[in-house]
């Protein structure tokens, strides 16, 4: 889960890092994205996880809910059978896993703070990201965009489709390591006036 919440922002950074220019479909694509985050406040949404590890046949599905309020607060919660529960406080990550009565808490380096990485969405894109191969198609108004880290990390493939708004509908994460989650997201409100309550571990 903790993973799940990295690529996250691992997306959100790659929309504020640019490098190369290119006026194609693949930078109109990435800029719509950007404006969507980048035009609210705060979002909830409902999730369903599927996550297909590559040592397992079995495929591991979890129903749940995200939630994000600016400047720096994101929750995740999972439903049994797989319960657990993430806040992330700017750079401050809490993770429960409720049924074991677990909890594990990290700080991130201040670089990696939620706040810094919603900051690069403030600006609009001229040129796709560095270090990595970004491709883009538009089928009616749902945008398919796959970004493929050129380097030696964990994602071999990143794919996102989301609307004109920038609403995302689905994240599709494969690993180098044979891992691939997939995201379904549903019922996504935006500026829906979230309050500290919406992010409560307990």
């Known amino acids: 889960m903790k993973k799940i919440l990295l690529i996250l922002l691992f997306i959100s950074f790659c929309l ?18 950007r404006r969507g985050f980048s035009g609210m406040n705060d979002f909830t949404a409902d999730i369903v996880q599927e996550k297909q590890m590559a040592m397992m046949k079995r495929k591991m599905v979890s129903k749940g809910v995200v939630r994000f309020r600016k400047p720096g607060t994101f929750f995740m919660e999972l439903l049994p059978p797989y319960a657990s529960r993430l806040l992330l406080r700017d750079n401050v990550l809490t993770m429960r896993l409720p049924e074991q009565g677990v909890t594990d808490r990290i700080v991130l380096p201040p670089e990696e703070s939620l706040d810094k990485w919603f900051s690069y969405l403030a600006k609009p894109m001229t ?16 945008w398919n965009v796959q970004l493929s880290p050129k380097g030696k990390g964990g994602v071999k493939d990143l794919a996102i489709s989301f609307d004109a708004d920038g609403k995302i509908k689905r994240l599709a994460i494969d690993e180098r390591n044979g891992d691939r989650t997939v995201i379904k997201f549903a019922n996504m409100r935006r ?11 307990d």
Request: hydrophobic share 40%.
């Open 191 to 201: 500026n829906a006036g979230l309050t500290e309550k919406d992010f409560l571990l």
């Open 16 to 33: 504020g890092q640019s490098a190369h220019a290119a006026p194609n479909k693949a930078l109109e694509a990435l800029e719509t994205l």
């Open 127 to 142: 040129k796709l990201p560095e270090g990595m191969e970004v491709r883009a198609d538009r089928q009616g108004s749902t």
